[in-house]
């Protein structure tokens, strides 16, 4: 079992950063792909990024490529999200899940945070 929770949302303006964070508890954190994915009203949830165990696969959607970086550290339990050039429309609330394989489907991933909003102003 492993339960997540996300931190680092808030409200920010175009073109600035946020740094998500995603705490996990269980021993067998390092074992699982861990993914963010965000949700904004009436929408449907999507894959922003991901990350496999051994950090030898990673994904991004095409929209924050260049913009978003994903990484963990399995000796502190942690999953991060590093956000840049935000833009109104990555606002959403996002969500961290672990995992067996690096994939874009929410239904692949077994656990679930209780996410953390993020509004980006124009």
């Known amino acids: 079992q492993v339960q997540l929770v996300e931190s680092g949302g808030g409200l920010v303006q175009a073109g600035g950063s946020l740094r998500l964070t995603c705490a996990a508890s269980?021993?067998?954190?390092?074992?699982?792909?861990m993914g963010w994915f965000r949700q904004a009203p009436g929408k449907e949830r999507q894959i922003v990024a991901a990350i496999s165990w051994n950090e030898r696969s990673i994904t991004y959607t095409d929209s924050v490529k260049g913009r978003f970086t994903i990484s963990r550290d399995n000796t502190k339990n942690t999953v991060d999200l590093q956000m840049n050039t935000l833009k109104p429309e990555d606002t959403a609330v996002y969500y961290c899940a672990a995992g067996w394989t690096v994939t874009a489907f929410p239904k692949s991933y077994e656990y679930w945070g209780q996410g953390t909003q993020v509004t980006v102003s124009s």
């Open positions: 269980g021993r067998t954190f390092s074992r699982y792909t």
